[in-house]
Structure formats: structure tokens, C-alpha cells
């Protein structure tokens, strides 16, 4: 059965996993934020190893054996084990380290594959890296979400309810999201026929229904 996706990519911070859950809800499609499948295979194999030094692309594929990607209501979701792991997936030592795993070569072809899995018969909305240009090249709608990243910094500070009035804490935050477009560069390209949207002066719901929008050319 042919369906409809939606790819939304875009650097850190920009806002990709909750405007794209957004647009599913509006529109009745099931949401896939494939950096949840990155998180999941962080802390499958952080039950197995916990020095990330020791860990390659062959512990890994071995430790996500037991990963399945669920369908729910408004989304897919990932399981460990036959279970929703939300917690462990949004922990500290999961955050310190999914971006390790997300370089590895193997993985993201794994991940790639669950997510195009996902999409067979079903309507969906996809976001994270290479998902318009290696996982869905044929999407209905691109979408590339970018803001300034002082605006990235101070929402990721609030995601996490940290203090996003310290200057001290924002400039912290900059820089690290400043060497994570830096390693993420490669997979951080927007496709050739992809709408891009600069969410830095917008609000969420002004670049929600600006994509729902474009989904609909004939309205």
C-alpha cells in the first residue's frame, strides 16, 4: 500500500522530534523520531558494556538484537526486551553517549532500515538525520528545520528545565551544540528539493501548520 511521508531533518535543537510529532497529530499519522532508535541502542548496549571506549559497531548490532520498533496510537516507539524504556532512554548516561553510536556506520544503517520498515502501508511523519536524502528520497514533503544557534542552546536548556537565563549556562550550551553540528556535519544536509524552514523567530505552532500546509497543496 503506497503512503505518505513526511521527512523532516535538521541539526540538533531544532526542534525536529516535537513539531513532527505536531504534524502527525494533525494530520492523523503515526510519528517516527528515529533518534529514539539511537537512544535505544545506547542503552542496550550500556547494559552490556559500560565503558563507551570498548564499544564498535559489532557489540552494538549484537546488543540491539532485542530493539523493536512498536506502533502506539500516535507513534512508533521503541521496546527493549518486549519494554517501553522512556526513562532510560531520556537518562543522563544515554545522552552523554547516543551520539557515539549514531556515527557508527552499521547502526545507522539499522536504524535506517527499521524506520523505512516503518513506513510500508503507513502514513508518516519522519525526522531526524538522512531521512530525506538516504532513508526516504522519494518523500512526499522535505522538510529542513534550522535556527540560530543561540535559539537551539536556550530550547534545548529548557527542554531539559535548566536555567536558560544564565549567560553562562546558554554560552556552555552553545558550544556544545556547536561541536555537535560539527560531528554530525555529514549526516546534516538538507536534500536538493527540500523545503527549508528557519524556526528561529517562529513559534512552534507557526512552523506546525506552515508544514501541515505544504502537505496539502491542493488547500
Do not use: C
Not at 16 to 27: H, P
Not at 51 to 77: G, K, N
Amino acid at each position: 500500500m503506497r503512503s505518505y511521508v513526511i521527512a523532516i531533518d535538521g541539526p540538533a535543537a531544532s526542534g525536529k522530534s516535537s513539531t513532527a510529532q505536531l504534524v502527525a497529530d494533525k494530520l492523523g499519522f503515526l510519528h517516527v523520531d528515529s533518534g529514539s532508535l539511537y537512544r535505544a541502542a545506547t542503552a542496550a548496549v550500556l547494559r552490556r558494556e559500560k565503558d563507551p571506549e570498548r564499544w564498535s559497531d559489532e557489540l552494538v548490532l549484537e546488543a540491539v538484537r532485542p530493539v523493536e520498533l512498536r506502533a502506539a496510537r500516535t507513534a512508533f516507539y521503541p521496546v527493549l526486551d518486549g519494554r517501553a524504556i522512556e526513562d532510560e532512554l531520556r537518562g543522563d548516561a544515554v545522552t552523554r553517549n547516543v551520539s557515539r553510536v549514531a556515527q557508527m556506520q552499521r547502526v545507522r544503517e539499522w536504524v535506517n532500515e527499521l524506520v523505512k520498515r516503518s513506513a510500508r502501508g503507513t502514513n508518516v511523519v519522519v525526522d531526524g538525520r538522512d531521512m530525506g536524502t538516504v532513508v526516504f528520497p522519494d518523500a512526499d514533503l522535505k522538510i529542513f528545520l534550522i535556527a540560530d544557534t543561540r535559539e537551539r542552546a536556550l530550547r534545548r536548556l529548557r527542554q531539559r528545565g535548566h536555567d536558560a537565563s544564565s549567560e553562562q549556562s546558554v554560552a556552555a550550551e552553545t558550544i556544545r551544540i556547536t561541536e555537535r553540528d560539527a560531528r554530525d556535519a555529514r549526516q546534516t544536509v538538507p536534500a536538493t528539493d527540500a523545503v527549508i524552514i528557519d524556526t528561529t523567530a517562529l513559534t512552534q505552532a507557526e512552523q506546525v501548520e506552515q508544514i501541515v500546509r505544504l502537505s496539502r497543496p491542493e488547500a
